[in-house]
């Protein structure tokens, strides 16, 4: 069973990343388990807070849940064409101490969102660069811009559109080839 942790980059309740997430979570094959990790309630990264043996029990605690994934799914809307800071911070707990990152060359797919017409775009592109950084193999193909999502969920979060479930299928299937080669 390989455990995939899904990290969304929004807070609210009705977000529409959250609605997303639980959407592709459903399209996951048999052998592969899928998780919410929480990241609202982390305090904000502060270096000098990060030594031991007085580390927050909040940085402890994140770093230990994230190791037991294989792989992340990343759902973000775009706050001012970038990442929330909510997202970022949660990657940058999890970066420190420098040489125990807990993402260290575990797998990673990213799909941003957007009620407007560029599906993200920019958070999406910001996030690879600090995947880059954090040596996870970042799913290229397909790219994932949700573009208009309001009128793609109907009342019950339920992505509605047939043409969009099958693209996030792919999207699965592809990021599952993904998994397969860098964790065998
Ligand atoms: C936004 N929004 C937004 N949308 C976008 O397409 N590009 C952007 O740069 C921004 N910037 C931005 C900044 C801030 C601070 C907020 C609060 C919102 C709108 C955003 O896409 C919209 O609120 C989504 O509904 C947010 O996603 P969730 O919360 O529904 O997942």
């Known amino acids: 069973m390989k455990k ?3 990290l969304v980059g929004s807070l609210r309740k009705d977000s529409f990343s959250k609605q997303i997430a639980a959407n592709v979570a459903d399209l ?10 929480e990241i609202g309630t982390l305090p904000f990264y502060n270096q000098d807070d990060d030594n031991e043996p007085d580390t927050p029990a909040e940085y402890m605690a994140f770093r230990n849940k994230v190791k037991e994934f294989d792989a992340f799914l990343f759902v973000t809307p775009e706050y001012n064409r970038s990442v929330p800071a909510v997202l970022s911070n ?9 040489g125990e990152s807990v993402w260290d060359g575990k797998a990673a797919a990213i799909i941003s969102q957007s009620p407007g017409n560029i599906g993200g775009f920019g958070a999406n592109h ?3 660069q600090k ?6 193999p970042v799913l290229q193909q397909p790219e994932a811009y949700i573009s208009n999502v ?3 969920l109907d009342e019950n979060g339920k ?3 047939e043409e969009t479930v099958q693209f996030l299928q792919a999207f699965v299937d592809a990021f599952i ?5 860098f964790h065998k």
């Open 4 to 6: 995939i942790g899904i």
């Open 28 to 37: 996951f094959p048999e052998g592969y388990e899928t998780e919410f990790i």
């Open 90 to 98: 949660a990657l940058d707990i999890g970066s420190r101490p420098y």
């Open 126 to 128: 910001h996030l690879r």
């Open 131 to 136: 995947l880059v950084f954090l040596n996870m």
């Open 150 to 152: 309001s009128t793609l």
């Open 159 to 161: 992505v509605s559109n």
């Open 177 to 181: 080839d993904l998994i397969e080669r």
